[in-house]
T-cell receptor, first 115, second 114 residues
Framework: DAGVIQSPRHEVTEMGQEVTLRCKPI?????LFWYRQTMMRGLELLIY????????DSGMPEDRFSAKMPNASFSTLKIQPSEPRDSAVYFC?????????????FGQGTRLTVV | AQSVSQHNHHVILSEAASLELGCNYS??????LFWYVQYPGQHLQLLLK??????LVKGIKGFEAEFIKSKFSFNLRKPSVQWSDTAEYFC????????????FGSGTRLQVQP
């Protein structure tokens, strides 16, 4: 399996622009997570889906952030408009609901820089 | 809600030294516990995990961790570190019931000097 695939790997954008991050989870996994990593706040959960349905979006910073999962093999995280404080590495992860095994597999991340 | 504390933020060791990184969690129920490693510029990779059974868990690359329920701890150990172990290490937890997502500690940056 190719693992969790994220694109782009790096994104530099100007403040106010719309940014879309993409994620393809591991085939067969029914949970998908979006995390954000910064020096100040570490790894924060933004939102997660189960069977394409958002379960917990309490970590989404504000209305500028939105996430969708139109099907089992694709998810997007959109920031509109972007701000410099959104600069971070955004990780997507997926897992499969096999009993109590909650191991998550992470993608390579998207390094976002908003200037 | 769950929380995870990693008290060592930055650890510097010489090669062949022994390593122990602390991890304490806060949650009253049954939990799954994990250690992930992030090498510079890379994504998180699983080192080891504990779900149930033997509280001493062995992972990849010679790492192990011990779950001590009475202390709410899951410390990571390695008897002899190598330069290639230089990375950031994250402890994570999630409860058997409730939120599926992992809650991560703030991470410990390990620097191994040759």
């Amino acid at each position: 399996d190719a693992g969790v695939i994220q694109s782009p790997r790096h994104e530099v954008t100007e403040m106010g622009q719309e940014v879309t991050l993409r994620c393809k989870p591991i085939s067969g996994h029914d949970y998908l997570f979006w995390y954000r990593q910064t020096m100040m706040r570490g790894l924060e959960l933004l939102i997660y889906f189960n069977n394409n349905v958002p379960i917990d979006d309490s970590g989404m910073p504000e209305d500028r952030f939105s996430a969708k999962m139109p099907n089992a093999s694709f998810s997007t995280l959109k920031i509109q408009p972007s701000e410099p404080r959104d600069s971070a590495v955004y990780f997507c992860a997926s897992s499969r609901s096999t009993g109590q095994n909650t191991e998550a597999f992470f993608g390579q991340g998207t390094r976002l820089t908003v200037v | 809600a769950q929380s995870v504390s990693q008290h060592n933020h930055h650890v510097i060791l010489s090669e062949a030294a022994s390593l122990e990184l602390g991890c304490n969690y806060s949650y009253g129920g049954t939990v799954n516990l994990f250690w992930y490693v992030q090498y510079p510029g890379q994504h998180l990779q699983l080192l080891l995990k504990y779900f149930s059974g033997d509280p001493l868990v062995k992972g990849i690359k010679g790492f192990e961790a011990e779950f001590i329920k009475s202390k709410f701890s899951f410390n990571l150990r390695k008897p002899s570190v190598q330069w290639s172990d230089t990375a950031e290490y994250f402890c994570a937890v999630n409860a058997w019931t409730g939120r599926r997502a992992l809650t991560f500690g703030s991470g410990t940056r390990l620097q191994v000097q040759p």
